[in-house]
Nanobody, 124 residues
């Protein structure tokens, strides 16, 4: 059984930083591409950042230069370091794994496994 468990969300002031963690278990291929998505109230879930050992990293233009995605294969964990946070970053953040692909995808439909989400709130 594949499980993704996120942690690290919380309340932070504008300009602050947070690091999200996602521990993954049960994947057949531990080098499976991973990603972070976010979903704000009343909006669709969309890609924040993605990472693949084979195809590199991808960032949504809204977070490029402020967020960094990384992995620690020894710990089966993917991280999202968020700096210079803005109120518009407020959302539930979800970790995802493709399950069948070693290259990342920008489409949420290509991610088979999802975590339960962690809330990030940025106050102005």
């Amino acid at each position: 059984q594949v499980q993704l468990v996120e942690s690290g969300g919380g309340l932070v002031q504008t300009g602050g930083s947070l690091t999200l963690s996602c521990t993954v278990s049960g994947l057949r291929n531990t080098r499976d591409a991973k990603a972070w998505f976010r979903e704000a109230p009343g909006q669709e879930r969309h890609l924040v950042a993605a990472v693949s050992e084979y195809s590199g990293t991808f960032y949504n233009v809204a977070v490029e230069g402020r967020f960094t995605i990384s992995t620690d294969n020894a710990k089966n964990t993917v991280y999202l370091q968020m700096t210079n946070l803005k109120p518009e970053d407020t959302a539930v953040y979800f970790c995802a794994a493709r399950g069948t692909g070693i290259n990342y995808s920008t489409s949420r439909n290509d991610y088979r496994y999802w975590g339960q989400g962690t809330q990030v709130t940025v106050s102005s």
